[in-house]
C-alpha cells in the first residue's frame, strides 16, 4: 500500500507543472486523495482536494483557478495540473489519502515531491 | 497567517509531559473534528490523533487529543527524545469549504 509522487521540477515563473501521484496496494476509486504541500520553512498548506467518485472537487483560495486536480482510476494516479506558477508556489508537494474529503484522516502519504519555481 | 493558531515553539525535558494548543473558530474547530500531525523534516507527515481524541494503531498511547468549543490540545506524556518534531494542528472550515492548518510547533526536548 503506497503512494509515489513524480513530476516535481525546476520551472520559471508563469510555466507549468503536472504532478502525478500513483497509487498502489488498495481499492483507489473508493478514496479521496488530497495535495498538502510545504513551502522552505514553512508550516503545511492544504492545496486541492478531489473525492473518491470525481463528484466533489476543492481549492485554496491561494491556488484556485490555476492548479486543476483530477484522477484517472485506470491508472490509480491523482494529477495536479499548475498552470501559471509563482515563486511562492515553490514547495514539497506531497499527496494524501483519506476516505471522505471533509475527514483529514491522512495516514498513508507519499514521500513527496519538490516543487521550484524560480527564474 | 495561518486560520489555526499554535504557539510556535514548545519544549520539555524527558519524562515531562507538554501540551500544545490550537485555536479556532465556529467555521472549523468548532464544529468540525481536529487532527494533529506530526512532522519530522524530509518525511511524510504522519497522523497522531483524528476525529479530537482517537488514535490510529500505532501511535502511542502517551499522545492525546482534546477539543472544547474552538480550542483543541495535543498532549504528549512521558517526553522522548525522538518526540522533537513539528506538530500540526489541521480541521476543515466550512466558511472555506476546506482544511487549515495550524502555524505548527517545534517541540524541543531539552
Known amino acids: 500500500v503506497q503512494l509515489l509522487e513524480s513530476g516535481g521540477d525546476l520551472v520559471q515563473p508563469g510555466g507549468s507543472l503536472r504532478l502525478s501521484c500513483a497509487a498502489s496496494?488498495?481499492?483507489?476509486?473508493?478514496?479521496?486523495m488530497s495535495w498538502v504541500r510545504q513551502a522552505p520553512g514553512k508550516g503545511l498548506e492544504w492545496v486541492s482536494a478531489?473525492?473518491?467518485?470525481?463528484?466533489?472537487?476543492f481549492y485554496s483560495d491561494s491556488v484556485k483557478g490555476r492548479f486543476t486536480i483530477s484522477r484517472d482510476s485506470s491508472k490509480n494516479t491523482v494529477y495536479l495540473q499548475m498552470n501559471g506558477l509563482r515563486v511562492e508556489d515553490t514547495a514539497v508537494y506531497y499527496c494524501?489519502?483519506?476516505?471522505?474529503?471533509?475527514?483529514?484522516?491522512?495516514?498513508?502519504w507519499g514521500q513527496g515531491t519538490m516543487v521550484t519555481v524560480s527564474s | 497567517q495561518s486560520v489555526l493558531t499554535q504557539p510556535p515553539s514548545a519544549s520539555g525535558t524527558p519524562g515531562q509531559r507538554v501540551t500544545i494548543s490550537c485555536s479556532g473558530s465556529?467555521?472549523?474547530?468548532?464544529?468540525?473534528?481536529v487532527y494533529w500531525y506530526q512532522h519530522l523534516p524530509g518525511t511524510a507527515p504522519e497522523l497522531l490523533i483524528y476525529?479530537?481524541?482517537q488514535r490510529p494503531s500505532g501511535v502511542p498511547d502517551r499522545f492525546s487529543g482534546s477539543k472544547s468549543g474552538t480550542s483543541a490540545s495535543l498532549a504528549i506524556s512521558g517526553l522522548r527524545s525522538e518526540d522533537e518534531a513539528d506538530y500540526y494542528c489541521?480541521?476543515?472550515?466550512?466558511?472555506?469549504?476546506?482544511?487549515?492548518f495550524g502555524g505548527g510547533t517545534k517541540l524541543t526536548v531539552l
Open positions: 489541521a480541521a476543515w472550515d466550512d466558511s472555506l469549504s476546506g482544511p487549515v
Open positions: 476525529r479530537n481524541n
Open positions: 478531489i473525492s473518491g467518485r470525481e463528484s466533489t472537487i
Open positions: 494524501a489519502r483519506s476516505d471522505e474529503v471533509r475527514f483529514l484522516e491522512w495516514i498513508l
Open positions: 465556529g467555521s472549523n474547530i468548532g464544529s468540525n473534528y
Open positions: 496496494g488498495f481499492t483507489f476509486y473508493t478514496y479521496a
